[in-house]
């Protein structure tokens, strides 16, 4: 069953065939939908075109969000291209290193100020575009973390940052379901990526993880392709304003378990 058959969905944030958009991409792709890419920084350039081929996708192209002339290019390339699309894929977010490897309290004036444009505002910049590109109504989908709730060593920022992005999803939410428009996030488990890597000890996270969830193992990224897939489908037509945990089950842990061999 191709449950986006006749859908075009444009995605923000492919940066490699470990992105969580790449697992998102393909499970597009498998189910009939269009798709345009974005990515961020020309360094990119190299690593995205080859997996636009993988999947036939003839529209790719650079964005910085930070920059509105950028994002009103991306979108007037794309009304040319599609005329109309159904579904926008927000999968942005970036701080500096030196505000992720210290002590939240040191986090700089501009590393602030970075964290907040790049990875909330950018939803709200990209939905101003995209609700304008989707008279028969649509879907947005973002990826948060559940370090917007609880305090995670080393997120410090990026912690805040996706917290001011749950919100702007339930704000969007609010303003957009007058047009048909659907807005929810995803709340991913730690998955090795890109900007994963920045994360001082994440690699200790991943373990740790893994041995707690009540399933005794992290996700992957077709695991958070597929739950984007649901919620951009008409299968979850009732569903807007939400934040789904696609996290083997951390996120309802009060106390984990800690390993067998703890004293």
Known sequence: MNL????TAL????????????????AFHQNG?????????????????????????????????????????VFNKAEKRFGSIDILIHSVAFAKQDDLAGRFVNTSRDGFAMALDISAYSLVALAQ???????????????????????????????VAKA???????????????????????????????AAAGIAGFRKMLRYT??????????????????ALWLCSDLSSGITGEVVYVDAGYHILGMPEPPENWE
Not at 11 to 26: E, P
Not at 147 to 153: L, N
Request: glycine fraction near 10%; include cysteine; proline fraction near 6%.
């Open 164 to 194: 001011a992005l749950e919100a702007s999803v339930r704000y969007l939410a609010m303003d957009l379901g007058p047009d048909g428009i659907r807005v929810n996030a995803i709340s991913a488990g730690p998955i090795k990526t890109l």
């Open 11 to 26: 995605i923000f944030g492919l940066a490699n065939n470990k992105s969580i958009a790449w697992g998102i991409a393909k």
């Open 33 to 73: 939908a269009t798709l345009g890419f974005s990515y961020g920084i020309p360094q990119l350039e190299r690593r995205v075109m080859p997996l636009a081929g993988d999947l036939n996708v003839d529209f790719v192209e650079p964005c910085d969000v930070t920059k509105d002339e950028d994002i009103d290019d």
């Open 4 to 7: 986006l058959e006749g859908k």
């Open 210 to 227: 893994s041995e707690r969830t009540p399933m005794r193992r992290n996700v992957d990224q077709d695991e958070i392709g597929n739950t």
């Open 129 to 159: 575009r995209a609700s304008g590109l989707m008279p028969a109504g649509g879907s947005m989908l973002t990826m948060t973390y559940y370090g917007s709730e609880k305090a995670i060593p080393h997120y410090n920022v990026m912690g």
